[in-house]
């Protein structure tokens, strides 16, 4: 592993026995093998702690931390303070990962020298699989010239989670930046457009670095399902959402530019459910 940039990975995870396992397998099987693995338990009432011990008494490359129930957001955060490599991946818990994902994300950053690396990523629902890239994109640009990008798909997987993303840890830490509570949703994307205010160079890969298990108890699904049963809660999270990336404009002095798109990304998102 000399040479290789480490890599922090964070796994949040509440009540998650029956997928943690095959998650973890995932993660300790990836081809780069410089990784440190971050296991925070958010208060789990079920084996989740017990099988994270027992995966870390087989790999010492897996850290587990626990704390009372907190939500995704303060398990991440927790995470984070653990972290020491040069990138950050945040993955869920009900999910997994193709042996190379890692590594390709690794290698485009370290070619490109990027601050951000997107990947594509499946969607498996059962025996099914949809496959998802950007618009088959394969290239480095700008953080400039990704916004128009951005105003045009930010209700994407692409832009709304971090599961398919790689992050540079000394940005976030001279950012200062952590995960928002008491969002119902949504915590992943204010984090994303905020980590643009400092970010500079984005690199894009059209290969599917990420599986997402959907299901109705997945984290994914368990967010949207909230968004119906507390819809006072939904619309003030989605203005939050709207004011992130506003505020991402303005400090990167493109505000004016594309004020009227995202006046219309609040509109298309209001009319979400």
Same mark, same amino acid.
């Given at each position: ?64 931390h626990t704390q009372e129930n907190g939500g995704v957001s303060q398990a991440r955060n927790t995470g984070m ?60 640009m700008s953080v400039t010239d990704m916004l128009p990008m951005l105003c045009r798909k930010a209700n994407t ?17 001279? =950012? ?8 119902? $949703? %949504? ?7 905020? #980590? @643009?205010? &400092? ?45 992130? =990336? ?8 493109? $505000? %004016? ?7 219309? #990304? @609040?509109? &298309? ?5």
């Amino acid at each position: 592993m000399e040479g290789q940039p480490l890599v922090s990975i964070v796994i949040p995870a509440y009540n998650a026995e029956k997928t943690l396992k095959r998650m973890l397998d995932s993660v300790i099987g990836q081809t780069w093998r410089n990784i440190q693995i971050i296991l925070v338990d958010d208060g789990s009432r079920d084996n989740t702690l017990q099988i994270a011990r027992e995966a870390a008494e087989r790999d010492d490359r897996i850290q587990v931390h626990t704390q009372e129930n907190g939500g995704v957001s303060q398990a991440r955060n927790t995470g984070m303070r653990f972290c020491t490599g040069k990138y950050i991946r945040f993955l869920d818990a009900d999910d997994t990962l193709p042996p190379e994902s890692t590594e390709i994300l690794v290698n485009k950053a370290e070619k490109e020298a990027a601050d951000l690396v997107i990947g594509g990523y499946k969607e498996c629902l059962g025996t099914r699989e949809f496959r998802f890239n950007l618009e088959n994109r394969d290239d480095t640009m700008s953080v400039t010239d990704m916004l128009p990008m951005l105003c045009r798909k930010a209700n994407t997987y692409f832009y709304g989670v971090l599961w398919n993303k790689l992050f540079r840890r000394d940005i976030i830490e001279d =950012m200062g930046l952590a995960f928002q509570d008491g969002l119902t $949703y %949504g915590e992943d994307f204010v984090f994303h457009v905020t #980590y @643009l205010k &400092k970010a500079e160079r984005v690199s894009f890969v059209k290969e599917y670095l990420y599986d997402y298990h959907r299901s109705m108890g997945s984290m994914t699904f368990r967010q949207a399902f909230s968004c119906v049963t507390h819809p006072l809660r939904n619309i003030n999270t989605k203005i939050r959402l709207y004011h992130s =990336m506003r505020d991402m404009y303005i400090f990167r002095n493109e $505000y %004016g530019k594309y004020k009227k798109k995202l006046w219309l #990304y @609040l509109f &298309k998102v209001g009319l979400d459910k």
